[in-house]
């Protein structure tokens, strides 16, 4: 049975749950690494996939709970990481800036994914493939979640840094992240939840989107399912969009062009969203 570590497995309705999920029935084992000591997802997968998962708490902003993690793994061999997990920081003033947001986001989103691969490189199988979790946020500038946007850049870079090194080892090790767009990761009917992603942001964000919606998790867990596999066998460095065209969206042009957009009116957002549906 291959094994892999997936990070970022704290909720049911993330990403990290969803690639958990996609990559047991894929035939993995999986160690799935959470963050949040009361996760649902732990309760969940533990309940319904005993024999195939072990979950595994750890702070990724703590340098020693990370060598802690990375030790306890090095006991098995490993076929597959995926570095999922993530962390945000929203409103941030760059005239009032706040740098222990910054080392806080960019020790969970780059120092972590380069621990881990570089700990784990000894346990990796041959041909095993890590594939990186980033954002279309890294390949443009941000207004008030800069350290976000920032370390998915570092991310990205730190993909093809790793795809040529461990490429070039005789383990012929594959690299590669996948860049998703808006993801719908909270439940609208748990209010807590939806807090995490703001109003204005589900509304904007789906009528940018050419396709007007956001993604499911298990629409990203389908490609890292798809790279992991022998399919993707020359797939290594640079990131795979999966944004349903989002990136490709200029709002100027999207204005210049005369459709309508009435995101940064909540009450006719509301109204919207109401007839649509949910995003």
């Not at 993995?28 to 969940?44: G, L």
């Not at 570089?118 to 954002?135: D, Q, R």
């Not at 461990?166 to 090790?173: A, L, N, P, Q, R």
């Given at each position: 049975?291959?094994?892999?570590?997936?990070?970022?497995?704290?909720?049911?309705?993330?990403?990290?749950?969803?690639?958990?999920?996609?990559?047991?029935?894929?035939?993995?084992?999986?160690?799935?690494?959470?963050?949040?000591?009361?996760?649902?997802?732990?309760?969940?997968?533990?309940?319904?996939?005993?024999?195939?998962?072990?979950?595994?708490?750890?702070?990724?902003?703590?340098?020693?709970?990370?060598?802690?993690?990375?030790?306890?793994?090095?006991?098995?061999?490993?076929?597959?990481?995926?570095?999922?997990?993530?962390?945000?920081?929203?409103?941030?003033?760059?005239?009032?800036?706040?740098?222990?947001?910054?080392?806080?986001?960019?020790?969970?989103?780059?120092?972590?994914?380069?621990?881990?691969?570089?700990?784990?490189?000894?346990?990796?199988?041959?041909?095993?493939?890590?594939?990186?979790?980033?954002?279309?946020?890294?390949?443009?500038?941000?207004?008030?979640?800069?350290?976000?946007?920032?370390?998915?850049?570092?991310?990205?870079?730190?993909?093809?840094?790793?795809?040529?090194?461990?490429?070039?080892?005789?383990?012929?090790?594959?690299?590669?992240?996948?860049?998703?767009?808006?993801?719908?990761?909270?439940?609208?009917?748990?209010?807590?939840?939806?807090?995490?992603?703001?109003?204005?942001?589900?509304?904007?964000?789906?009528?940018?989107?050419?396709?007007?919606?956001f993604a499911t998790p298990e629409e990203i867990a389908n490609v890292v399912s798809f790279l992991l596999s022998d399919k993707a066998s020359f797939i290594s460095g640079g990131c795979v969009p999966v944004d349903g065209g989002y990136s490709a969206v200029g709002f100027d042009l999207y204005a210049e062009s005369g459709k309508d957009f009435v995101g940064y009116h909540p009450e006719e957002a509301i109204a919207i969203q109401m007839k649509k549906g949910s995003c």
């Amino acid at each position: 049975m291959k094994k892999a570590v997936v990070t970022g497995v704290s909720w049911d309705t993330g990403i990290g749950f969803a690639v958990t999920k996609q990559l047991i029935e894929d035939g993995y084992f999986v160690y799935a690494v959470y963050h949040s000591k009361d996760s649902n997802a732990k309760e969940i997968l533990e309940e319904q996939y005993a024999d195939t998962v072990l979950c595994l708490q750890c702070d990724f902003t703590d340098r020693k709970a990370v060598g802690i993690l990375i030790e306890k793994l090095k006991e098995v061999n490993l076929d597959a990481i995926v570095n999922n997990a993530g962390a945000f920081s929203g409103g941030e003033d760059i005239n009032h800036y706040d740098i222990s947001e910054w080392d806080r986001v960019f020790a969970v989103n780059v120092t972590a994914p380069l621990l881990l691969c570089t700990g784990l490189k000894s346990v990796l199988n041959p041909h095993a493939v890590i594939v990186n979790m980033v954002s279309s946020d890294g390949r443009k500038g941000s207004f008030s979640s800069i350290s976000y946007a920032a370390s998915k850049a570092a991310l990205i870079n730190l993909t093809d840094s790793l795809a040529i090194n461990f490429g070039y080892d005789e383990k012929k090790i594959r690299v590669t992240s996948v860049c998703p767009g808006w993801v719908k990761t909270f439940d609208e009917s748990d209010p807590a939840s939806s807090e995490m992603v703001p109003f204005i942001s589900r509304s904007t964000g789906s009528q940018l989107c050419p396709l007007e919606r956001f993604a499911t998790p298990e629409e990203i867990a389908n490609v890292v399912s798809f790279l992991l596999s022998d399919k993707a066998s020359f797939i290594s460095g640079g990131c795979v969009p999966v944004d349903g065209g989002y990136s490709a969206v200029g709002f100027d042009l999207y204005a210049e062009s005369g459709k309508d957009f009435v995101g940064y009116h909540p009450e006719e957002a509301i109204a919207i969203q109401m007839k649509k549906g949910s995003c």
